[in-house]
């Protein structure tokens, strides 16, 4: 199985909402990311985990917050958002870190009201 | 901004034609990676070539490195309209993030 699945695929929620992004591989990857795409541009990195512990956090609002409860699973929670963070959410898994090939999951777009 | 640079911006060519677009980083880097990607979809993963080699094949792709110049360049032979999509270069360096380019849009006439 070398699928990247991600939960939902759409997402609308006010400024005022809680809500979570989820992302699941059983490649037995052990680093994982999220990335923020706006329309037109690359994707920019928000977080990774490596062996599940939080690696590298871009510098991101804490209005995101990110979660690994195990090796498979990847979680974003979504709280108190603005209508800029309205992109397509990216998660993607590798063997580890270190520039290996990323596998992709089809994203969830989000939109912010 | 440590984002490579690719060119051009967008390409649009007849199908069967061949599609060249180029990527520089700046940065010394481990490997370069090549992604695409259908409109508003995930990243596919296309090819790795390390930072020691000079070219690449893959099917109907091909991938060149100059390091001396920190460029790449990624051939598409014999286009067909499935490969209308974004391509990005992504280069890496040591345990450090992949950091991608800003991507060329290609789209296929039929």
């Known amino acids: 199985d070398t699928e990247v699945t991600q939960t939902p695929k759409h997402l609308v929620m006010g400024m005022t909402n809680k809500k979570s992004l989820k992302c699941e591989q059983h490649?037995?990857?052990?680093?994982m990311y999220w990335y923020k795409q706006k329309a037109k541009k690359p994707p920019e990195l928000m977080f990774v985990y490596s062996y599940e512990k939080l690696s590298i956090n871009e510098s991101v609002p804490s209005r995101f917050s990110p979660e690994c409860p195990n090796s498979s699973l990847l979680n974003l929670h979504l709280h108190a958002l603005q209508p800029e963070d309205s992109a397509l959410y990216l998660c993607?898994?590798?063997?580890?870190?270190?520039?290996?090939?990323?596998?992709f999951g089809p994203g969830t777009r989000l939109t912010v009201l | 901004s440590q984002q490579g640079e690719e060119d051009p911006q967008a390409l649009s060519i007849q199908e069967g034609e061949n599609a060249t677009m180029n990527c520089s980083y700046k940065t010394s880097i481990n490997n370069l990676q090549w992604y695409r990607q259908n409109s508003g979809r995930g990243l596919v993963h296309l090819i790795l070539?390390?930072?020691?080699?000079r070219e690449k094949h893959s099917g109907r792709l091909r991938v060149t490195l100059d390091t001396s110049k920190k460029s790449s360049s990624l051939l598409i032979t014999a286009s067909r309209a499935a490969d209308t999509a974004s391509y990005f270069c992504a280069s890496n360096f040591g345990n450090e993030k992949l950091t991608f380019g800003t991507g060329t849009r290609l789209t296929i006439i039929p």
């Open positions: 993607a898994s590798s063997q580890d870190l270190g520039g290996y090939e990323q596998f």
């Open positions: 070539i390390r930072s020691n080699e």
């Open positions: 490649m037995g990857h052990r680093a």
